[in-house]
């Protein structure tokens, strides 16, 4: 089975023809040709941040072997702590929070660290960890930013406490740059087991290279599924000039048709709590690469039937600036309504329908009432959350991304503007260097 791409609420194959219903033809060649170039340029390796296209390539560069040994000597741990921020830190929990079941104890659990410098989440997290079997994973490209630092600082030191340091080796794994930074002369100096991020893969595209894949491979995820998955998408869409089959290419141009037409938010939902955290993964993705010059879509996400009790109302009736993408699921655990005698919550009319099947219903008539309330909608639709239509997402979420910025003459793979909250911080902070 394969994911399936919609416009508005029409379940059908997306064509030109479908787009010139709603936008104007002569916009919706101009965006079909912008996005060609886009993608051409990416394909020759001739676009902005070229120097960072590794990601592309990451389906086919996979060394299994490698993260089964790591895997192999670190799941009997009882925890894991995944030590990282952003690009670091987003795509792990993203696929991990999707899959896992929240109400069962895991062994080895994940826990997530350093990706913010509150103190009662450190100090909680050493106090949880006092009679646990736990192992640090470290994660950071550049080995420098200041969240993961600190953490990792006090948990290096917690570790070397419970376990001693003749067990370090046994219990970290450092994920930096292969040459680079502070984290790599560390693993050198203590000799620990280490794993490369290419240099040419940025940090939000990193989720497919070891990055994401061997903490999630440690806590049971089938990693070559998603790298399967996000293969097949591949296939799909890279050097495809077709808007009925390639469906990065016609997203990319959804979205630069509302660009176009002043809809300057995006909301992306799911009806599917498990993917909260790959919506955050979804908004650093769009947000970093294509938020600069002063230009980009602001990337916001909600997860539905929640937040139509909330945000609903905007939607439905705020300011006509936002547009709306869905991601649908089209199979879920099978459960049904059964029948009351006295009906005294008057969900008879209900009975023998799934849940999943009122899931979806909602979905429908949601977006029919956002579409008719004058807000655009592209659902992308897979039939199982499982890993493989997870990379099949993420491989074309990261492509669409990487048109949509070029789109917008911007540089999907830098991130100048994160720089200026840390420079701020560092003189603050009276770091030497920064006074
Ligand atoms: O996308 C990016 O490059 C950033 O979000 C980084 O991932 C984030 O700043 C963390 O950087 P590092 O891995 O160097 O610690």
């Given at each position: 089975m394969e994911s399936k791409f919609f416009l508005n609420?029409?379940?059908t194959k997306l064509t030109r023809e479908i787009f010139n219903q709603y936008y104007s033809p002569q916009l919706v060649d101009q965006a079909y040709k912008k996005s060609i170039e886009s993608i051409q340029a990416l394909n020759q390796k001739i676009c902005k941040g070229n120097q960072f296209l590794g990601w592309i390539d990451l389906p086919e560069k996979q060394n299994f072997e490698s993260y089964k040994k790591i895997s192999s000597e670190f799941s009997n741990f009882d925890v894991i702590v995944s030590i990282g921020i952003g690009g670091s830190y987003l795509g792990i929990r993203a696929i991990y929070e999707s899959l896992k079941n929240p109400f069962k104890k895991t062994k080895p659990e994940l826990i997530f660290a350093g990706h913010h410098l509150s103190s009662k989440y450190l100090v909680e997290l050493l106090e949880y960890l006092k009679d646990k079997n736990f192992a640090l994973i470290v994660i950071s490209k550049s080995g420098t930013t200041t969240e993961p630092a600190i953490y990792f600082r006090f948990l290096f030191k917690e570790l070397i406490y419970h376990f001693g340091e003749k067990e370090i080796q046994k219990r970290i794994i450092v994920i930096t740059d292969e040459e680079k930074g502070i984290l790599r002369k560390l693993a050198r100096h203590y000799n620990l087991i280490s794993e490369v991020i290419p240099d040419d893969v940025g940090g939000r595209y990193s989720i497919l290279s070891p990055v994401g894949l061997v903490p999630l491979s440690i806590v049971g995820i089938q990693i070559e599924d998603l790298i399967k998955g996000a293969k097949q998408m591949k296939n799909k869409i890279q050097h495809n000039t077709t808007i009925e089959t390639n469906p990065a290419l016609s997203y990319a141009m959804y979205r630069l048709l509302n660009y176009w037409n002043s809809k300057e938010i995006e909301f992306i939902a799911t009806y599917r709590p498990e993917l909260f955290y790959f919506l955050e993964w979804w908004k650093q993705l769009f947000g970093e690469s294509e938020g600069k010059n002063f230009k980009g879509i602001f990337p916001a996400s909600g997860i539905f039937t929640t937040d139509l009790h909330s945000l609903g109302q905007w939607i439905q009736e705020g300011k006509r600036n936002i547009f709306e993408t869905i991601i649908d699921i089209e199979n879920d655990v099978e459960i049904k309504i059964f029948s009351n005698v006295d009906d005294s919550d008057g969900?008879?009319?209900?009975?023998?329908?799934s849940l999943n099947y009122i899931n979806r219903i909602a979905l429908q008539a949601t977006r029919i009432a956002h579409v008719e309330g004058g807000v655009p909608n592209f659902t992308i639709q897979i039939p199982e959350l499982n890993e493989f239509y997870l990379g099949n997402l993420i491989y074309f979420f990261e492509y669409s991304c990487a048109i949509s910025s070029l789109n917008l003459d911007?540089?999907?793979?830098?991130?100048?503007?994160?720089e200026a909250y840390k420079t701020n911080m560092f003189r603050l902070l009276k770091k030497p260097g920064f006074i």
């Open positions: 609420h029409q379940e969900l008879n009319y209900l009975e023998n329908k911007v540089n999907p793979f830098d991130q100048p503007g994160v």
